[in-house]
Nanobody, 123 residues
Framework: QVQLVESGGGLVQAGGSLRLSCAAS????????MAWFRQAPGKEREFVAT????????NYAESVKGRFTISRDNAKDTAYLQMNSLKPEDTAVYYC????????????????WGQGTQVTVSS
């Protein structure tokens, strides 16, 4: 199993930006597809973005396309989520996830999860 630790969450005004980081340890980072999911209070967890092992392929939820960018630095064993033009509806706990076999948009396909980081966007 790979261990994942998210950081970078916080409180930001609408229209602002945040960059989340997901530091991986315990296994070879390049063996994993990486993804970000989020869960707002009272709502189900939803897919945000995913990236291939080498970083050449990315997929985004429609709700964040054009505003969020997923990336990874394989030399630093870290994945990132750059979030721009934030909206109050982006408020959620953001989780990073890793899978050796898929870059699915379905959370159940990932078997490695971080503890989450809170993002709050005020209006």
């Amino acid at each position: 199993q790979v261990q994942l630790v998210e950081s970078g969450g916080g409180l930001v005004q609408a229209g602002g930006s945040l960059r989340l980081s997901c530091a991986a340890s315990g296994r070879t980072f390049t063996a994993y597809y990486m993804a970000w999911f989020r869960q707002a209070p009272g709502k189900e967890r939803e897919f945000v973005a995913t990236i291939s092992k080498g970083g050449g392929s990315r997929n985004y939820a429609e709700s964040v396309k054009g505003r969020f960018t997923i990336s990874r630095d394989n030399a630093k064993d870290t994945a990132y989520l750059q979030m721009n033009s934030l909206k109050p509806e982006d408020t959620a706990v953001y989780y990073c996830a890793a899978s050796r076999v898929t870059m699915s948009t379905t959370g159940g396909s990932y078997d490695n999860w971080g503890q989450g980081t809170q993002v709050t966007v005020s209006s």
